[in-house]
Every structure is written in structure tokens, then in C-alpha cells.
């Protein structure tokens, strides 16, 4: 078992810039894939951002492509979301997940997910 937790959420104006983390324990040591998927009221869930264990390959959503960056500090068992240029439409609870793989993280069918963290971007 992973567990899941994330920070860093909160209200920010558009065009601010926000930094999401995802402190994983319980079985740190398998190599997953991690990533994040939000879900805005009264939508499904979207997927965001993918990166490989190794932190080689990362994929993007191309909502985000070009104002996100995903990262990840294995030695520190954290995720990581450097959020920029924020959008009201990136408002969203952010979640957390982690896989086998990066394909599983981006069909939205993790393993594991967080609680979840709440991002609102004011116009």
C-alpha cells in the first residue's frame, strides 16, 4: 500500500503561480509512475501531468502544456506540481495518484490516489 497526501492548495489570482506536493509513504520503495488529476465542479476527472519513476519522461495534459511542470525527489518520497500563468479554469480539486505506469496515470486508472487539495483561480 501508498499513501497519498498533498499540500499546497489554495486561492491565487489569475496569472499567479502555485506549487502543489504529494508526500507518498508506505511502500516508497516500488518503482511508480506518479502524476496528478484534477477534478473541476460538475466534471469528470482530467488528467494533468505524468512523470516516470525515474523522472526521465514526463507527459502533459495540453491544457497545461507550457505553464506546468512536473517533478518528483525520490529521495524524499515527494511530488511535486510548479503551477504558472493560473487560469480560472484550472480551478479544481488536485489529486494525486501513482501507477504502475505513466499510460495508467494518464487513463485516470491509478493505484493509489490522495485525498486531494483544493486550487481556485479568481479572475
Known amino acids: 500500500q501508498v499513501q497519498l497526501v498533498e499540500s499546497g492548495g489554495g486561492l491565487v489570482q489569475a496569472g499567479g503561480s502555485l506549487r502543489l506536493s504529494c508526500a507518498a509513504s508506505g511502500r516508497t520503495g516500488s518503482t511508480y509512475a506518479m502524476g496528478w488529476v484534477r477534478q473541476a465542479p460538475g466534471k469528470e476527472r482530467e488528467f494533468v501531468a505524468a512523470i516516470s519513476w525515474s523522472g526521465g519522461g514526463t507527459v502533459y495534459a495540453d491544457s497545461v502544456k507550457g505553464r506546468f511542470t512536473i517533478s518528483r525527489d525520490n529521495a524524499k518520497n515527494t511530488l511535486y506540481l510548479q503551477m504558472s500563468s493560473l487560469k480560472p479554469e484550472d480551478t479544481a480539486v488536485y489529486y494525486c495518484?501513482?501507477?504502475?505506469?505513466?499510460?495508467?496515470?494518464?487513463?485516470?486508472?491509478?493505484?493509489?490516489w490522495g485525498q486531494g487539495t483544493q486550487v481556485t483561480v479568481s479572475s
Open positions: 495518484t501513482a501507477a504502475g505506469s505513466i499510460a495508467r496515470i494518464t487513463a485516470r486508472q491509478g493505484d493509489y
